[in-house]
Structures are given as C-alpha cells and as structure tokens.
C-alpha cells in the first residue's frame, strides 16, 4: 500500500491514508483564527510547517505511521528508509519504563531543615490528601500523588536549599497545570505549617521517571558494506560518547524526528528538547541517547532511552485538527503508545544519520533535497522540477545563481 509513497503525488498519498482508515479530510483544515487567538497572546496569524507522513515503522509487530512536523529537508525521507530496514529485521522493539512526572518545592535557607524532613517523610498521606483535594480529578482517573521525596542541599558561600519532591502519576496528561496546582497546595500547607515562606514550587522538565526504551537487531547482511558495517557503527556510536563535540550533533539528529512527531501530536516540543539534554548530561559528561553495539553472532544491536514528559490528552491536543489528524494516522490509544512511537522513531533517525556518515557520506542524499529546494527559490514550475533538480546536483557550484540559470532555460526566461 505505502510502496513508492515518496512518488505519489498529494491526493495520492491522502488517499492511501484513507484507505487504511489514517486520514480524515474534516481535520486537514487550517487552524481557525477563533482557536489560535485563544491559544497565545496578541495572535496575529497562523505559521505553517510542512506536515508529512513516515510509514514503514514496525513498533512491539504493530504497523505504525508517523506523522511529522518539520521544515528541514530529508527527516521523513531518512526515517522512512531506517523504517524500512529495521522492519525487514524484525522491527523494533519497545517499553514504557515508568512514566511519572516530577515537581519541586523549594525553601531557601531554612531554619530547621531537618525537622521538616522528617515531618514530611512521616506526613505523606496528609500531604497526599492535600494534594489529591487541590486537584481530585486525576485521583477518579487512577492517578495521583506516587511519592514525596526530599534532599537538603548545602552550598558554601551560596544559598542553602531544602527541597521536596512530588512525583505524581498524570496519567494521559503531560500534567504541567495538575502538577503546579498540586505543588502550590503542598508548598501553602509546609510553609504555614513551619512559618517559613517557600521560595517557588513548579514542575520539574527534567523527568527521570518518565522514560522509554526502544531497541533493534539488525543482521549486517541487510545492509550496505556488510563486512564493515557493524564495526563503522559501533565506532560512531563510540566516537558520541567520548567526544561531546560528536555527541550533539548526535542527538540533534535524533531529535529531527522526535521534534517532528513531538510537534505533529501537539505536545511541547520545547518541554522535550529541555529533558532529553539535561538527561544526556546526569552523568556529568554529555553524553549520546542512543547505543549501537555488536552481538556475539555479528549482529548490530541499537537502542535508546530517554524521558518523554508527553500526553496523550490536554493542551492543544484537543482543539488543534491537525493534532487530531495526526492521531488519527498514527493510532495511538494512549500516552504510552506514544512515547513507544516517538522513541522508535529517534531511534531510527539516528541509525539514518549514522548508517549515511560511516557509508556514503551524508551530503550525498542532502544534496539532491537542497537542489529541489534552491530550483523551487529560483521559480521551477512543478512540470520541470525534476529535470532542472537532476541538471542542478550536475552543476557546480551549486547554488542560487545556478538554479536561476538552469530554471531560466527550461521556462524559457532567457
């Protein structure tokens, strides 16, 4: 059904969504100004992203479509392709390790730092009461206040600072109001109970117990230069966690296809961007979010894992059609679903980046998306785009004097 998607014109490619029940003509409208003038302040219009579609994923033997929000050519493509192969070794295999979101109040310089930590290690099913009362709800839902923790940190010459942790099951939601409701609650009661005022309590985007395991094995055999492939791989992955200059370009390519889908299902981006790096550093070192290894037997072994504060409910999601429509071609049921599917497919843009780097190179099938893109500046018309596309990669130097030459040819401006 998907093969050859890529050449299929627009219609086209609808219609093969419709037909495997991924697409609904009703979401694919433009964002309302009555619902963006409410989404943000002093709106003026609406900015467009190109919004395209990777199939070919296989996630825990189920077919999945991504959708993905991006403006950067050869996202969808180098997901795509990494799709496919994984899909013809078996696919990809995925986990929700825990998923809980993790919020903060804090006391600067209190007076008797320990006393209230043992008052809220011995209080937590009043402070769960409170919390619960401030935000009942997500307790009918199955959700909650999980746990409270607490850590006094003791800086020479800086501030002093108590710190109670909340870690609260949100269940589809990515929880950022229930969160900061239940933590202004906890932070009024502790800080009338001591006298003491609380210098802020907010959420935490550092989510360490909302995270997501996705793996592949992939037999050397189903890929170019076999002989070679698996330890080139292995080195590259090796080369990101030694070399934090190799590790961020790394993970940015990871996060071209996380990004993608993040923006597409209308979570925060934003929100995404500030766990995944601050996950990669808890080592102390920056280091890459996905692994690549050799097994026994030669086969290449990869994998990823990485906090994913998302929802699957809440915030745009509802009153955004195109985040509807992405639902609808993605298919998933809940939160954890997607988490699955947006890790599989960081896992498959870097296994793209990697597999390029350490074969032909990455230039090599930028190149061909970069000349469709300066021919397009230069003013082709869709009837001679290929033709001045392939002309223009022949051409060097390649670049919008050119384009402007060839273009001019074609349409007949010389």
Do not use: C
Not at 16 to 29: F, G, I, M, N, P
Not at 79 to 93: C, D, E, P, V, Y
Not at 111 to 122: L, S, W
């Amino acid at each position: 059904m998907y093969t050859k998607f890529y050449k299929k014109d627009i219609a086209a490619r609808k219609a093969v969504l419709a037909q495997d029940h991924r697409y609904d003509e009703s979401l694919d409208t433009p964002l309302p100004e009555s619902v963006y003038d409410n989404m943000i302040e002093n709106a003026i219009t609406a900015y467009e992203l190109p919004m395209g579609v990777a199939p070919g994923f296989l996630i825990n033997g189920k077919d999945v479509v991504m959708a993905m929000v991006t403006e950067e050519p050869s996202v969808i493509a180098a997901a795509s392709n990494a799709a496919k192969i994984f899909q013809r070794n078996g696919g990809i295999t995925s986990h929700v390790e825990s998923r809980f979101m993790r919020g903060q109040i804090a006391f600067a310089n209190p007076k008797n730092p320990q006393e209230m930590m043992e008052f809220v290690e011995n209080n937590f099913s009043e402070l769960q009461h409170i919390a619960h009362t401030a935000y009942p709800s997500i307790v009918k839902r199955g959700g909650g206040l999980h746990k409270i923790e607490t850590k006094y940190v003791m800086n020479p010459d800086k501030t002093h600072f108590l710190i109670v942790y909340l870690i609260v099951d949100t269940q589809e939601a990515m929880g950022a109001n229930m969160m900061n409701t239940m933590l202004e609650a906890v932070k009024s009661y502790l800080a009338e109970t001591f006298a003491t005022e609380a210098l802020m309590g907010i959420l935490s985007n550092l989510t360490t117990e909302s995270v997501v395991h996705a793996s592949v094995r992939l037999n050397p055999d189903t890929l170019k230069h076999s002989d070679l492939i698996a330890s080139r791989i292995k080195q590259a992955s090796d080369l990101a966690m030694v070399d934090p200059y190799r590790a961020a370009t790394h993970n940015k390519g990871i996060m071209n296809g996380i990004d993608a889908v993040v923006l597409a299902s209308g979570n925060d981006w934003r929100a995404i961007e500030a766990a995944v790096h601050s996950y990669a550093s808890l080592s102390g070192t920056y280091q890459p979010l996905t692994k690549w290894s050799i097994a026994d037997n030669g086969d290449i072994l990869g994998s990823i894992t990485l906090p994913m504060p998302i929802g699957a409910v809440g915030g745009s999601m509802g009153i955004h059609p195109k985040a509807q429509l992405a639902r609808k071609i993605m298919k998933f049921e809940n939160a954890q679903d997607l988490m699955m599917m947006i890790a599989s497919v960081g896992l498959a843009q870097n296994f793209a980046a990697i597999y390029a780097l350490t074969t032909d190179g990455i230039q090599k099938g930028h190149m061909a998306l970069h000349a469709r893109s300066l021919a397009l500046q230069a003013g082709a018309l869709a009837e001679h785009l290929d033709a001045i596309v392939t002309e223009l990669t022949q051409t060097q130097p390649m670049n919008l004097e050119a384009a402007h030459k060839i273009v001019s040819k074609y349409e007949g401006r010389e």
